[in-house]
Nanobody, 114 residues
Framework: VQLQASGGGLVQAGGSLRLSCTAS????????MYWYRQAPGKQRELVAS???????KYADSVKGRFTIARDNAKSMVSLQMNSLKSEDSALYYC?????????WGEGTLVTVSS
């Protein structure tokens, strides 16, 4: 199983970014997909998740600003991030639980300038 994330970059506070993650090697449509982030000196935290039935959950810190979505035909999960704040700056990772293991893609860096 491989995950490939993209879409990070530098954006001003209040701006928007859209992250994407494509998956291969598993039956994507049945897997819950997750976005995590890790800021320097902090623990990795769960940002959002979306189940195979398109049920979503969000961390309180991003509710109302971030939207997770999935496209099963493309084996892709996205994270639309609006009204970005400096505290959203982090490495963002997509994640899938497979065969009892955490599968991580390479992180994509989001930097929000204030």
């Amino acid at each position: 199983v491989q995950l490939q994330a993209s879409g990070g970059g530098l954006v001003q506070a209040g701006g928007s970014l859209r992250l994407s993650c494509t998956a291969s090697g598993s039956i994507f449509s049945i897997r819950t997909m997750y976005w995590y982030r890790q800021a320097p000196g902090k623990q990795r935290e769960l940002v959002a998740s979306i189940t195979s039935e398109f049920s979503t959950k969000y961390a309180d810190s991003v509710k109302g600003r971030f939207t997770i979505a999935r496209d099963n035909a493309k084996s892709m999960v996205s994270l639309q991030m609006n009204s970005l704040k400096s505290e959203d700056s982090a490495l963002y990772y997509c994640n899938q639980k497979y065969a009892g293991k955490d599968i991580w893609g390479e992180g994509t860096l989001v930097t929000v300038s204030s």
